[in-house]
């Protein structure tokens, strides 16, 4: 091995792995959605009232089924954040989006949705933000490019 694949006793390499994914009807209701509309939706348990997002068929809190879809966003409120450290850069400073991952409970929302926060240097707790959506989209997650301050 050379200095270009080995440091200090550290192999870097990279792994491509080609995969298919069942979302399922709830998620996949979900990411259509987010794709044709440019809306997020949750679902209702009707046991502890809570809306999940993004939606699910059941509560992973009450094990019950949930069928009530409920809209929600696109503004929400950061409740925890984090720097996004580019791989070309191991020591963070290099983030060539300038985004930091979030978790963010969507107004009308009881869970928070992890995703990105963009156009701000300075994430906080309780930042008010709104969703961003991608020029294209395909029916994933990215489609909401990111969020905002609001």
Not at 88 to 95: E, K
Not at 117 to 124: C, R, S
Request: aromatic letters at 10%.
């Amino acid at each position: 091995m050379n200095n270009d694949t080995m440091n200090n006793g550290v192999i870097i390499a990279g792994v491509n792995l080609l995969f298919n994914y069942a979302a399922g009807e709830a998620a996949s209701r979900f990411l259509i959605a987010l794709r044709d509309e440019k809306k997020i939706w949750g679902t209702r348990c009707p046991s502890c009232q809570r809306v999940l997002v993004p939606a699910r068929s059941f509560c992973p809190r009450c094990f019950v089924d949930t069928t009530e879809w409920i809209e929600v966003g696109p503004t929400g409120t950061v409740s925890a954040f984090a720097p996004v450290f580019h791989l070309a850069d191991p020591s963070g400073f290099g983030n060539p989006k300038g985004l930091s991952a979030a978790l963010i409970r969507l107004d009308g929302a009881d869970t928070a949705l992890a995703h990105f926060i963009g156009e701000t240097d300075a994430p906080q707790i309780g930042l008010r933000v709104v969703a961003v959506f991608a020029e294209s989209r395909s029916g994933h997650i990215l489609d909401i490019a990111y969020f905002k301050p609001a």
